[in-house]
Structure formats: C-alpha cells, structure tokens
C-alpha cells in the first residue's frame, strides 16, 4: 500500500495544486466586474502561485526526471517548457492590463484554454512519467527542495 502512495506522488501533489490554481483563477474571473479589489488580489495569487509551480517544475522535478530517463533536450519536458513561457507571458500581459484597467477577456479565456490542455499532458504523461522514473530518494530530494 505504501508503495502506491509513492508511486504516485508526482502525480497527486501537482495535480492537487493544479486544481487549487485553476480555483483560484476562476475565483478571480468570477469577481473581477463587481469586486475589483478583491479580483486583483485573487489574480496576484494566482500569477504568484502559478509561477512558483512551473519553478518546482523546471529547476526540480524535469531535470530530475530528464536525468533519471536521460531525455535531455528533447521529449516531453521540452514541450512543457515552451509552454510554460506562453504561460508566463500570457500571465504578465494580464497583470499589465488589470494594472491599466484594461481587461483582456480574450487573453484570459485563451489561458485558461492553455491550461487545461497543459495540465491534462502533465497529469497524464509527464508526471505519470515521473512518478515511473523517480526513486523513492529522488522524491525526498524534489519535495525537501521544494
């Protein structure tokens, strides 16, 4: 039983955090007309949190994971990582715009596109990937890192 639970590790601890991000964006989205205060502090958390996500992911986890299966340069934490700077730039082009009370809902429904298919590679390929390739003591070492 205890073996699952490591087994799957990767896979439950970002994709939980994955769900509290998308909360916390839907939560700013859904307050962002009639409580504008309380939509930028939603959007900072979010933007903050989501940030500090892909960090764990770049610098800890899919250099742990290319290390492990050596695929490095290539296969999936590439494309991850290309997507990742859409993500960032799309995250700051939305902070410039609720900074000049210009709300791009075009822009924000098109990260929220981007992430839904983003989340659903990284939880159903790359950490279950992970989760495969990761020693019990490389799982120590991301989550003391972290």
Known sequence: MESTVVQNLVTQFFSVDHERL??????YREN???QRYKAVLLFDKFSE???????WEEEL????????TGMNGSGPTMVMRHEH???RAMLDEISESLKNDDHSEALEKALSELLLLH???EEQVLYVQCDRALTE???LTLFLDM
């Open 32 to 34: 962002k007309q009639n």
């Open 22 to 27: 998308d909360f916390l964006f839907r939560m």
């Open 49 to 55: 949190g989501l940030k500090r996500h892909i960090r």
């Open 61 to 68: 986890l899919f250099p742990m994971f290319e290390k492990a």
């Open 85 to 87: 700077d859409k993500i």
């Open 119 to 121: 989340n659903e590679k």
């Open 137 to 139: 003591e490389q799982l």
